[in-house]
């Protein structure tokens, strides 16, 4: 049986790992007698996670297709929510050739938290400040929970971090789910959870601490 896994937005990010460009460059034709400078492109695939500054990051991020094909080979299941897809659409430079997660399939979780509908954009519509509004809204005794500790709970008087508040509500959503793992490569936002005192319903896992979880020991 496939282990039912939720794909925190920011693994899509840094899946986006393929990325077509044009390169510049300076190239001199000779026209006898003189010379013309020109300026012609190459096709080129870009790898943006080459710039992650932090080794333990970047090592993370270079296990994703290995994850994705735990997915398509069918040992892991990948599920996330419309919010979650919704995020991804502010996110520059996902157009990977690669697909959005290296072809494996991700499927949108119906009816989770709960049987809704909303708009999510349109015109002088603030499509970011509309989905914290509706989170914001939610009222569970349980959500509430992972809010405080995740982080994003500041204090009664204090508006929730609205990072912080998004990552709780992915939670929550893969937790009433049934999900097993829940996968991220957010360290601060794993941190404050082993540091709360919560009992989280699933493993919130790094790529690496997944694949020790599902690959059978060499």
């Given amino acids: 049986m496939s282990a039912l896994t939720f794909i925190d937005t920011n693994i899509l990010k840094f899946a986006a790992s393929e990325l077509f460009r044009l ?5 001199t034709l000779q026209w006898v007698p003189t010379s013309v ?4 492109h190459d096709e080129v695939i870009v790898n943006p996670n080459d710039r992650i500054a ?5 090592s993370e991020a270079a296990l994703l297709p290995r994850v994705a094909a ?7 299941d990948f599920v996330q929510t419309v919010e979650a897809l919704y995020e991804t659409w502010g996110i520059p430079n996902m157009d990977s050739e690669s697909g959005p997660f290296y072809g494996a399939t991700v499927r949108l979780l119906k009816d989770i938290p709960f049987k809704y ?9 603030d499509g970011e400040a509309e989905q914290l509004r509706f989170i914001n809204s ?3 005794s349980r959500f509430e929970a992972i809010q405080r500790a995740s982080g994003a709970f500041q204090g009664a008087n204090n508006p929730r971090n609205s990072n912080q508040l998004v990552d709780a509500f992915h939670i929550w959503c893969a937790e009433l789910a049934g999900c097993t793992y829940f996968l991220s490569l957010d360290f601060k936002l794993k941190k404050s959870l082993a540091q709360s005192k919560i009992e989280l319903r699933l493993q919130v896992v790094r790529p690496s601490e997944l694949l020790v979880a599902i690959e059978p020991a060499a």
């Fill in 138 to 140: 939610i009222r569970d």
């Fill in 23 to 27: 390169r510049p460059r300076l190239e």
């Fill in 117 to 125: 509908g909303r708009v999510m954009g349109g015109l002088g519509v």
């Fill in 70 to 76: 735990h997915g398509k080979s069918g040992v892991l």
């Fill in 54 to 58: 932090n080794p333990t990051l970047k």
């Fill in 37 to 40: 400078d020109l300026v012609v």
